[in-house]
T-cell receptor, first 115, second 116 residues
Framework: GAGVSQSPSNKVTEKGKDVELRCDPISGHTALYWYRQSLGQGLEFLIYFQGNSAPDKSGLPSDRFSAERTGGSVSTLTIQRTQQEDSAVYLC?????????????FGPGTRLTVL | GNSVTQMEGPVTLSEEAFLTINCTYTATGYPSLFWYVQYPGEGLQLLLKATKADDKGSNKGFEATYRKETTSFHLEKGSVQVSDSAVYFCALPKGNSGGSNYKLTFGKGTLLTVNP
């Protein structure tokens, strides 16, 4: 079947605007992850979903960031009042279960540029 | 939590040269270790993994051995190709228990360029 898909692939926005990033995981994968990839910080974990609940939001950098997942499938990452330091590639991944050694499958990412 | 230190590069090699990218880790216990690869314009994909000490992961001619004595998981390939040009990331779970064994912590990434 299809891999993890993300939309949009690129997003340019003005400082202060809100943005929504979407992730469609692999069908049947119960776990979903958001990461951020930026030049200065490398790859950072943001949030993890098991089903529709998010037991770990510890990586969200501020309260401007939120995420939800519905139907155990699609997830949306929302950034409110965007700042220039939010510019990065946002990666989504999914996996079958929370087992150590379980492979995470990554999407192509959304490149966010805040002007 | 667990952490990883990776040779940052960039690394530039000629085709058919030998490749080593160093990765060392700090961890409680013996978590699984991973190498991910990101080809130009694409997302991350798992290259290989090792789930316990002394295991060797291998794929596409790449190998890495989980060495607990030196806390290392160096990536090697005997003869690189132009198509291997990519960014390589070493990774491991951020923790070993309490629900933190799912989120990955990554090295900074190593850019490999292979010239014909």
């Amino acid at each position: 079947g299809a891999g993890v898909s993300q939309s949009p692939s690129n997003k340019v926005t003005e400082k202060g605007k809100d943005v929504e990033l979407r992730c469609d995981p692999i069908s049947g994968h119960t776990a979903l992850y958001w990461y951020r990839q930026s030049l200065g910080q490398g790859l950072e974990f943001l949030i993890y979903f098991q089903g529709n609940s998010a037991p770990d939001k510890s990586g969200l950098p501020s309260d401007r960031f939120s995420a939800e997942r519905t139907g155990g499938s699609v997830s949306t990452l929302t950034i409110q009042r965007t700042q220039q330091e939010d510019s990065a590639v946002y990666l989504c991944a999914s996996s079958l279960a929370r087992v150590t050694g379980d492979e995470q499958f990554f999407g192509p990412g959304t490149r966010l540029t805040v002007l | 939590g667990n952490s990883v230190t990776q040779m940052e590069g960039p690394v530039t090699l000629s085709e058919e040269a030998f490749l080593t990218i160093n990765c060392t880790y700090t961890a409680t216990g013996y978590p699984s270790l991973f190498w991910y690869v990101q080809y130009p314009g694409e997302g991350l994909q798992l290259l290989l993994k090792a789930t316990k000490a002394d295991d060797k992961g291998s794929n596409k001619g790449f190998e890495a051995t989980y060495r607990k004595e030196t806390t290392s998981f160096h990536l090697e390939k005997g003869s690189v190709q132009v198509s291997d040009s990519a960014v390589y990331f070493c990774a491991l779970p951020k923790g070993n228990s309490g629900g933190s064994n799912y989120k990955l912590t990554f090295g900074k990434g190593t850019l490999l360029t292979v010239n014909p």
